[in-house]
């Protein structure tokens, strides 16, 4: 499961790593939640790829009343291509997430310990909190009668790597630039291919520190929920 993450690169750094024309200026977001905003990249009409604000947690666009249905911020690869509310999505709608990292949390209730999970290596070799990756989503458009709009998306998951089987048995599908075209190319690409590309990050590809329990709460913000309060785990 992904239940919270992180976007805190420059936007210049994610327009050039995703490949997108449109020009976004967004803050860094060290806490990103269930019914956020949250920046997708998707295709475009003119073929290329735009990035688009939408709502954490899927609405599909078939649904009655919004009010009573309840989010869907993940969907598992293993049953995406049967379960009715993602069919749609991973048929004709899908999309990448930009992120820098996700939270992952381990202990009882009232005493958990957040993780946070991001690249081991950036690309000169160094550890790097702030690579940039790009999750598998899914997203849909929402219409009322009365005109109203919602844009939603969910995050697709997988089964952990080895990294991260001590944290949680899930994490989110994690794509290679390579794979970003055929990921995106709905009408060139069946879902079925598409689903193939879907896979467990490397086991050496990602690091997991112990962070502040303060990004317990929804509401905070702030570099410090990143910053390691003990020695790196894995």
Not at 3 to 12: D, G, I, K, V
Request: proline share 7%; charged share 25%.
């Amino acid at each position: 499961m992904c239940s919270r993450y992180n976007l805190t690169s420059p936007h210049e750094a994610v327009r050039a790593y995703f490949g997108y024309e449109n020009r976004h200026e967004f803050p860094p977001r060290y806490n990103i939640a269930p019914t956020d905003p949250a920046a997708i990249v998707r295709p475009a009409h003119n073929g290329r790829r735009e990035l688009w604000l939408v709502r954490w947690g899927l609405i599909p666009s078939w649904v009655k009343d919004p009010q009573s249905f309840s989010t869907l911020i993940n969907a598992r690869e293993e049953t995406i291509l049967e379960k009715p509310s993602f069919r749609g999505g991973i048929r004709h709608k899908r999309c990448l997430v930009p992120a820098t990292g996700f939270y992952e949390w381990t202990g009882p209730r009232g005493a958990k310990q957040p993780h946070h999970i991001h690249r081991s290596q950036n690309e000169n070799g160094g550890e790097s909190a702030g690579a940039l990756m790009a999750f598998a989503g899914i997203y849909d458009e929402w219409l009322g009668a009365d005109g109203s709009e919602i844009d939603t998306m969910a995050i697709i998951t997988v089964a952990a790597n080895r990294t991260l089987q001590a944290i949680h048995d899930r994490m989110p599908a994690i794509l290679a630039p390579e794979d970003f075209d055929a990921w995106l190319d709905v009408k060139g690409v069946e879902a079925r291919e598409a689903v193939e590309l879907l896979r467990p990050a490397d086991d050496n590809s990602l690091a997991v520190t112990e962070v502040s329990r303060a990004v317990n709460s929804p509401r905070a913000e702030g570099v410090e929920l990143i910053e390691p309060v003990g020695d790196r785990l894995l």
